[in-house]
């Protein structure tokens, strides 16, 4: 499949990794791809996200982003559940950084010895590279390039497309954009 990459997807698929590998993340997710795709200029995925007002709200994207995963990657949609559960995930998250330290849900492993070696896809940023190839395949190209990618990521439920419809950034809106006018439900 990675060989149906453009440059600016593998660039996407690369920067994650690294997301991951900074965060001392012991797999990579949809999160590290979203943050890798933040950081690229120049694709067309960028050119969605700016068309979508991007830069008055990416610095807010990625704060969600860190704050779902303190959360230990729940979604505030997930959050507000558990709440009408009436468990407070908040105060759980507070009680744990109080014992084990801030990032302690997060899966952090500073101080203790790093992480080595190579970082796997997990299974959700597997599912999100399968839908970004399912993506390319419906709308008959014959690539998958970072705007696939961005359309894959708006499409399954999740933190990073909870993060960008906060601020109007849906699957719907990107194709919109990149496309001129609603897609297939494919993907």
Not at 10 to 17: I, W
């Amino acid at each position: 499949m990675f060989e149906r990459f453009t440059k600016d997807a593998r660039a996407v698929v690369t920067g994650a990794v690294e997301h991951a590998e900074r965060d001392e993340a012991p797999v990579v997710g949809p999160e590290h791809l979203l943050l890798a795709l933040l950081d690229r200029e120049g694709g067309r995925a960028s050119f969605a996200l700016a068309s979508l007002g991007g830069g008055a709200w990416l610095d807010s994207v990625r704060r969600a982003l860190g704050e779902a995963r303190r959360r230990g990657g729940l979604s505030q949609a997930e959050t507000d559940a558990l709440a009408g559960l009436g468990i407070d995930v908040t105060e759980i998250v507070a009680r744990v950084e109080e014992a084990h330290g801030v990032g302690a849900l997060a899966g952090d492993r500073r101080g203790r010895g790093g992480w080595s070696g190579h970082r796997p896809f997990g299974k959700d940023a597997k599912d999100v590279l399968t839908r970004s190839l399912r993506t390319a395949v419906a709308r008959r190209d014959r690539y998958i390039g970072d705007e696939h990618l961005l359309l894959a990521l708006t499409s399954r439920p999740g933190v990073p497309a909870e993060a960008l419809a906060d601020h109007g950034v849906t699957h719907e809106s990107v194709t919109r954009v990149l496309y001129g006018g609603p897609e297939s439900k494919a993907g």
